[in-house]
């Protein structure tokens, strides 16, 4: 600033002092100038100075962007603006929050870019509400301004529906598949677990189809969609079902009669394959394969003396 009114003075005085030497000669033989110098001279006498402090503000606001501190000039603007608003008596001093379940308040409102330096005056209620908007944990929102001091926000939460593992990672996911946050243990219930590329968004219509089933979906600890097509159940006590691509519905009807009428789940074997329609087939574990091979050899009729 005092550059400027450094620069401002120089031009006042030089704009104001006598006609130098030369020109005086000229004026005194009665010659006009002519060319560039004449276009100088017609020009107001504060148009230097003006055009001056053009240059100046331009090669400030140059030096800004080039050197990387616009986003901390405007914000040091923006505070610099909302300071003035608070002392003038729009500072706000009570937020409502509606509708919220899993975020705090403090969370809504560093989401919507609301903070301690904000003046209701100058908050731009449409951005905030498209900042609370763009956040995966919220649907709808509505932003309020109650002036002098009030704001008020009402949001829509979507629904934590399910956890979604995929490359490793564990997410906690809503109803149309979107991603919601990392899993934390501590802070959610217990949710069904889907696994798998493409789980996610497939997650709803399968978990609706499995709740039809209770005897199947108590037991079930993880449902997998392998290549994108079909889906595997992993029970409890580790036992794997291959379902098929198609008629899921009738196979996990033909799943839980067996384990109604023959308590199959309990039985000692480790996958039930589903996937072909006129048949079930069963893999035993290791040691139930040992004992059926046994039981088998025991049950084949001895040779008599004199059998070829």
């Given at each position: 600033?005092?550059?400027?009114?450094?620069?401002?003075?120089?031009?006042?005085?030089?704009?104001?002092?006598?006609?130098?030497?030369?020109?005086?000669?000229?004026?005194?033989?009665?010659?006009?100038?002519?060319?560039?110098?004449?276009?100088?001279?017609?020009?107001?006498?504060?148009?230097?100075?003006?055009?001056?402090?053009?240059?100046?503000?331009?090669?400030?606001?140059?030096?800004?962007?080039?050197?990387?501190?616009?986003?901390?000039?405007?914000?040091?603007?923006?505070?610099?603006?909302?300071?003035?608003?608070?002392?003038?008596?729009?500072?706000?001093?009570?937020?409502?929050?509606?509708?919220?379940?899993?975020?705090?308040?403090?969370?809504?409102?560093?989401?919507?870019?609301?903070?301690?330096?904000?003046?209701?005056?100058?908050?731009?209620?449409?951005?905030?509400?498209?900042?609370?908007?763009?956040?995966?944990?919220?649907?709808?929102?509505?932003?309020?301004?109650?002036?002098?001091?009030?704001?008020?926000?009402?949001?829509?939460?979507?629904?934590?529906?399910?956890l979604w593992q995929h490359d490793g990672r564990l997410f906690v996911?809503?109803?149309?598949?979107?991603?919601?946050?990392?899993?934390?243990?501590?802070?959610?219930?217990?949710?069904?677990?889907?696994?798998?590329?493409?789980?996610?968004?497939?997650?709803?219509?399968?978990?609706?189809?499995?709740?039809?089933?209770?005897?199947?979906?108590?037991?079930?600890?993880?449902?997998?969609?392998?290549?994108?097509?079909?889906?595997?159940?992993?029970?409890?006590?580790?036992?794997?079902?291959?379902?098929?691509?198609?008629?899921?519905?009738?196979?996990?009807?033909?799943?839980?009669?067996?384990?109604?009428?023959?308590?199959?789940?309990?039985?000692?074997?480790?996958?039930?394959?589903?996937?072909?329609?006129?048949?079930?087939?069963?893999?035993?574990?290791?040691?139930?394969?040992?004992?059926?091979?046994?039981?088998?050899?025991?049950?084949?009729?001895?040779?008599?003396?004199?059998?070829?």
């Amino acid at each position: 600033m005092d550059a400027v009114i450094g620069v401002a003075a120089a031009l006042r005085a030089r704009l104001t002092r006598a006609p130098s030497p030369a020109k005086s000669r000229r004026l005194a033989r009665g010659k006009q100038p002519t060319g560039l110098i004449a276009f100088l001279e017609r020009l107001p006498r504060r148009t230097g100075l003006t055009a001056t402090l053009l240059l100046l503000a331009g090669s400030a606001s140059l030096g800004v962007v080039k050197g990387g501190h616009l986003e901390a000039f405007l914000t040091t603007l923006s505070d610099t603006r909302n300071a003035l608003a608070n002392s003038a008596g729009f500072r706000i001093t009570s937020v409502a929050i509606n509708g919220r379940k899993q975020l705090s308040q403090d969370e809504v409102l560093a989401i919507g870019g609301v903070n301690g330096r904000s003046s209701l005056l100058f908050l731009d209620a449409a951005s905030v509400r498209e900042k609370l908007k763009a956040d995966a944990w919220i649907s709808e929102a509505t932003v309020l301004k109650l002036y002098p001091g009030e704001l008020r926000i009402d949001i829509t939460e979507r629904a934590p529906f399910a956890l979604w593992q995929h490359d490793g990672r564990l997410f906690v996911i809503s109803e149309d598949g979107s991603v919601l946050q990392n899993y934390v243990p501590d802070r959610l219930i217990k949710l069904p677990l889907v696994v798998g590329k493409g789980a996610a968004v497939r997650a709803k219509e399968f978990l609706a189809l499995l709740a039809r089933y209770p005897q199947v979906n108590a037991v079930t600890r993880a449902a997998t969609l392998v290549g994108e097509r079909r889906w595997n159940l992993r029970l409890n006590d580790g036992l794997d079902v291959r379902l098929p691509e198609n008629d899921v519905g009738n196979a996990l009807l033909t799943l839980s009669n067996l384990d109604h009428d023959e308590r199959l789940f309990s039985k000692d074997i480790v996958a039930i394959d589903l996937r072909l329609p006129d048949r079930l087939v069963v893999q035993l574990s290791d040691e139930a394969a040992k004992a059926r091979e046994e039981a088998l050899k025991k049950k084949e009729p001895k040779k008599k003396v004199g059998d070829a």
